[in-house]
């Protein structure tokens, strides 16, 4: 099964509110990475976060981590039209050097 | 300096026919991972190549996938005897080192008829 997985689904929101998404996963993990995708094709590298950090920021994203319960949040603040795309967590098993990636949220920001 | 690419772009087959997708990462970069991506699905792992050690082939479906990759250059992801459920985006992904981020490649989408 996914090591993450990410909720909710799907998510619609109007231009300029935040959007925030979760990301459970089920063993110990060095690093969490968030990517986007769009169009179905390649993904795009957000935001890397390592399990001794508890917060990190990059523009309008904001990214948590919390290893206690396994679960890491992503913020979009004052979103845009082009914001619009699928979104997946993706973490490391400790000890090995694999990436599994979740089942990604749809986020759709209306105009 | 030029990204991950992936050809063809896209690659439609008959069922029972071998298929070859190439992946070139970036220059540099030690580590090199496969995913499958079925319609409006999350990214399977395939098969990851770090460097000249063994490749974690543990995602690979069947004995019908198998891929390769020549020193730190380019891979090949061959699947023989394609089936419909073979379907999907294929993507590449490489990293300078084993955890480090992940820049992707744009995919190659399979159909099987």
């Known amino acids: 099964s996914q090591q993450g997985e990410e909720d909710p689904q799907a998510l619609s929101i109007q231009e300029g509110e935040n959007a925030t998404m979760n990301c459970s996963y089920k063993?110990?993990?060095?690093?969490l990475q968030w990517y986007r995708q769009n169009s179905g094709r390649g993904l795009v590298h957000l935001i890397l976060?390592?399990?001794?950090?508890r917060e990190k920021h990059s523009g309008r994203l904001r990214v948590t981590l919390d290893t206690s319960k396994k679960s890491s949040s992503l913020l979009i603040t004052a979103s845009r039209a082009a914001d619009t795309a699928s979104y997946f967590c993706?973490?490391?098993?400790?000890?090995?050097?694999?990436?599994?990636f979740g089942t990604g949220t749809r986020l759709k920001v209306l105009a | 300096g030029a990204g991950v690419s992936q050809s063809p772009s896209n690659k439609v087959t008959e069922k029972g026919k071998d298929v070859e997708l190439r992946c070139d990462p970036i220059s540099g970069h030690t580590a090199l991972y496969w995913y499958r991506q079925r319609l409006g699905q999350g990214l399977e792992f395939l098969i990851y190549?770090?460097?000249?050690?063994?490749?974690?082939k543990s995602g690979l479906p069947s004995d019908r996938f198998s891929a390769e990759r020549t020193g730190e250059s380019v891979s090949t992801l061959t699947i023989q005897r394609t089936q419909q459920e073979d379907s999907a985006v294929y993507l590449c992904?490489?990293?300078?080192?084993?955890?480090?981020?992940?820049?992707f490649g744009p995919g190659t989408r399979l159909t099987v008829l």
């Open positions: 190549f770090q460097g000249n050690s063994a490749p974690d």
């Open positions: 063993t110990s993990i060095n690093n």
């Open positions: 993706a973490t490391d098993g400790s000890g090995t050097y694999k990436y599994i």
């Open positions: 976060i390592r399990s001794n950090e």
């Open positions: 992904a490489s990293s300078l080192a084993g955890l480090d981020t992940q820049y």
